[in-house]
């Protein structure tokens, strides 16, 4: 069965500091990964996702089928990164079984 | 646009009971999928609806059960409510099947006791 583990309940960085979230998964076939972001009183949302490569509000991830990751970076945090992210895995190739998302990590600039 | 919108906000039910949560998609999607999110832990998927057809279904007892409208709306329904079906319930829509397109809702707070 597939699985996402983010093994960083919270994660606590300065401002101006390099931030990694990390992200592994487990899945015998070919998934699609995904990064969602929640901000505070806000909704889910989707950040990025590795197939399209793009680098969304500074944070960037590769996927490394050989260690199975798929960890979130951004060089230099901003204040206004705090929030809650999520992994997501799509096992059938972005059909209609649903997403598998991870517990999640807090993240926190401090000023 | 309001975006996906679900209601109601908040819910309390005791054991036993029967629930039906609604969810209204964005104008012009046709896919209603379903998340149960337990407090600490992410969202769970329980059900998508395509075009009124379910199209996929997550690791849940059959006490879960929705359904899709002509206008694509969604009711998800729980039977015979457990203590542990205390959750956010959440509701995303997309146009097609493909997870990634999902539009989140700002869910349902069910609370069992």
């Known amino acids: 069965a597939q699985r996402v583990t983010q093994p960083e309940k919270l994660l606590s960085v300065f401002k101006g500091a390099p931030v990694e979230l990390k992200c592994n998964y487990s899945?015998?076939?070919?998934?699609?990964l995904f990064w969602y972001v929640q901000y505070s009183r806000q909704r889910l949302q989707l950040l990025l996702r590795?197939?399209s490569r793009e680098s969304i509000k500074g944070f960037t991830a590769d996927l490394n089928k050989g260690e199975t990751s798929f960890h979130l970076k951004k060089p230099f945090a901003q204040e206004e990164d705090s929030a809650m992210y999520y992994c997501?895995?799509?096992?059938?190739?972005?059909?209609?079984?649903?997403?598998?998302f991870g517990k999640g990590t807090h993240l926190i600039i401090q000023p | 646009d309001a975006g996906v919108t679900q209601s109601p906000t908040h819910l309390i039910k005791t054991r036993g009971q029967h629930v039906t949560l609604r969810c209204s998609p964005i104008?012009?999607?046709?896919?209603v999928s379903w998340y149960q999110q337990v407090l600490g832990q992410g969202p769970q998927f329980i059900f998508q609806?395509?075009?009124?057809?379910?199209?996929g279904r997550g690791n849940f007892p059959d006490r879960f059960s929705a359904r899709q409208f002509p206008n694509y709306s969604s009711e998800l329904n729980v039977n015979a409510l457990l203590l542990g079906d205390s959750a956010l319930y959440l509701c995303?829509?997309?146009?097609?099947?493909?997870?990634?397109?999902?539009?989140f809702g700002p869910g349902t707070r069910l609370t069992v006791t």
């Open positions: 995303a829509s997309s146009f097609g099947t493909a997870s990634y397109e999902q539009y």
């Open positions: 899945y015998s076939g070919s998934p699609e």
């Open positions: 590795h197939i």
């Open positions: 997501a895995l799509s096992y059938s190739g972005g059909g209609a079984d649903g997403l598998t």
């Open positions: 104008s012009g999607h046709k896919s």
């Open positions: 609806y395509y075009e009124k057809e379910e199209r």
